[in-house]
């Protein structure tokens, strides 16, 4: 599976958009890219995936590269409750595709 | 949406003794399930694949006699730390994804092992 670079950590005030980016050069043509968060203690949280075209749906939104070499995932009105570290993994589809985790991006949302 | 359950939550136990950890897929058949360890500050390391009716298959650097991994049913896996030890301690967490080309996969809650 392709390697996947993120920043260690944002910031981004209540109410407002959170671009969180993630760099995928060696994404090879049948990969997706997977986006996920964790909130402490807790189970990783299926955010959104895509393949090229963005993609939205109740929780956030996809941007990916034309080249799709890299994507931002985007929370258009951020919450405290959004405060989590964010994955991005990138992998084949099907049931037996596993996920290496990297070391995310940690947000925490501020009032 | 998929959901995938774990019990228990935690467990606390002694040195030496086993624990038994489930994970169920409770909406949908899964052929192959996924175990992972998170360690405190650190990010989750796969542990190995679960596969319905067949061995599992470790990961490099994970002893498969220490972490027993059975996956009897479509919809349940269990991992079994044997002989446990205060450095087996972590958070377990398992995952699963639906029978569809594209489907995400999803996680358990997780398990909070304490070996004492």
């Known amino acids: 599976d392709a390697k996947t670079t993120q920043p260690t950590s944002m910031d981004c005030a209540e109410g407002r958009a959170a671009n969180l980016p993630c760099n995928h050069s060696t994404i090879s043509g049948n990969e997706y890219v997977y986006w996920y968060r964790q909130i402490h203690s807790q189970g990783p949280q299926y955010i959104i995936h895509g393949l090229k075209n963005n993609e939205t749906n109740e929780m956030a939104s996809l941007i990916i590269t034309e080249d799709r070499k890299s994507s931002t995932l985007i929370l258009p009105h951020a919450t405290l409750r959004d405060t989590a570290v964010y994955y991005c993994?990138?992998?084949?589809?099907?049931?037996?595709?596993?996920?290496?985790f990297g070391t995310g991006t940690r947000l925490q949302v501020t009032l | 949406g998929a959901v995938v359950s774990q019990h228990p939550s935690w467990v606390i136990c002694k040195s030496g003794t086993s624990v038994k950890i489930e994970c169920r897929s409770l909406?949908?058949?899964?052929?192959?399930m996924f175990w992972y360890r998170q360690f405190p500050k650190q990010s989750l390391m796969l542990m190995a694949t679960?596969?319905?009716?067949?061995?599992?298959?470790?990961e490099q650097g994970v002893e498969k006699d220490k972490f027993l991994i059975n996956h009897a049913s479509l919809t349940l896996s269990t991992l079994t730390v044997t002989s446990a030890h205060p450095e087996d301690s972590s958070f377990y967490i398992c995952?699963?994804?639906?029978?569809?080309?594209?489907?995400?996969?999803?996680f358990g809650n997780g398990t909070r092992l304490t070996v004492t």
């Open positions: 909406d949908f058949q899964a052929t192959t």
């Open positions: 995952s699963a994804s639906p029978p569809l080309v594209q489907s995400p996969l999803h």
């Open positions: 679960s596969n319905e009716g067949s061995k599992a298959t470790y």
């Open positions: 993994i990138v992998s084949g589809a099907g049931t037996a595709s596993k996920l290496t």
